[in-house]
């Protein structure tokens, strides 16, 4: 017992040293707030940093990531969804005592709810489909994420029995649901359009990470139809940098919220280290460049694995970029809404490309993106009709957020080299010579 004490307390030293430590500014930069993240190497701790802060809607307008030994230095420009700094005590205790407790790897517990993975091959009508099934099988839909990209669809859905409230614990119901979902999900014959239902009881990771997830392991980054085109504003280059033993990884798109999140988690998942990194946002657009080593230290070898990683970031920008129009429904939760409702786009020539669900205190707040049956906009007059038909009270078509840009480079480019002293480490200095930090403007 004494020796199990001992290696208690041994263990607290331990967390305690390697805690990362936080520091957030916001009187040094007239534009946005500064969190300075000064933590020790892991594999996964900058996906943790950069997940609280998206998590709560921030938009990350600059960061400068940094590596000096086992030490890694990140920088963040932040602001809330219209552009303004954190002024909100509560939110700024919120960040600063989250990444000062994060565990990489640690799972979400799903407390009384049963949590649903789907892939298959997406088509018109299906997310339809997949709620008439569950209401059929008496289940409620508590919460869920659904994304679809290049034909392909991931969607991970929260569940619990319509008549007890408690979660689906029996094996042969368990088995029921995900062989009715699967035949839903199967589009066709090709081989790599397997369709897969798994439930799970006890944990999963974060939802967005796995939505990313769960596309990789279906390959969607494989082009597989003319009707789904690469975006022309994505692109990827990556180059090797002999010289220093680095891969240098640059993606230049349209800014949007969780941008970062989104390559960061990739990166990460495909078992790569981030050492360096630059991101620069400027009116609608944003330029990310990453300096990345194997986990074992070694750079990308061949020109399979490059083409590989290029893919791979492109499906991980493209997979959240919103097509469509933005639809909300909130609305008394019932069972069967969400049929109904799908039903009734489904009925009018609407498809949905993304969708977040979620229930609180009875009522169902769901957002829905929409396009035509050929991918396009959908036309007013013919959402104005759904709309009536649904309820023009319950759902409505929301303007999704532009991302908000403010002026006063020159000022922020000054403040932001104040904040690279502050940090009193020769890393910058090296890095600033080496060229791998650019300036702020």
Known sequence: MAMKGYLDEYEKLVIRMNTPRVVIDNGVCSSATIVKVDSPRGHGILLEAVQILTDLNLSIKKAYISSDGRWNMDV?????????????????????????????GEDIEVNGLTALELTGTDRIGLLSEMFAVLSDLNCDVVDA???????????????????????????HRISNIEGRLKNVLNGDNDVNSAAKACVSLDVVTHVERRLHQLMFEDRDYEKRSKRHERDPMVVVTVQNWAERGYSVVNVHCRDRTKLLFDVVCTLTDMEYAVFHATINTSSDQAHLEFYIRHKDGSPISSEAERQRVIQCLEAAVERRASEGVRLELRHPDKQGLLAEVTRTFRENGLNVTRTEISTSCDMATNIFYVTDANGNGADSKLIESVREKIGLEWLRVKEIPSVIHKKGDGEEEQQTKAVLVSFGSLVWRNLFSFGLIKSCS
């Open 145 to 171: 994420k659904l994304w679809t990209h290049n034909g392909r669809v991931a969607s991970i859905i929260y569940l619990k029995d319509c008549t007890t409230g408690s979660p689906i614990l029996d094996p």
């Open 76 to 104: 963040f420009h932040v602001t809330d969804i219209n552009g303004n700094k954190l002024n909100d005590q509560s939110v700024l205790s919120y960040i600063e005592q989250s990444i000062e407790t994060v565990y990489y």
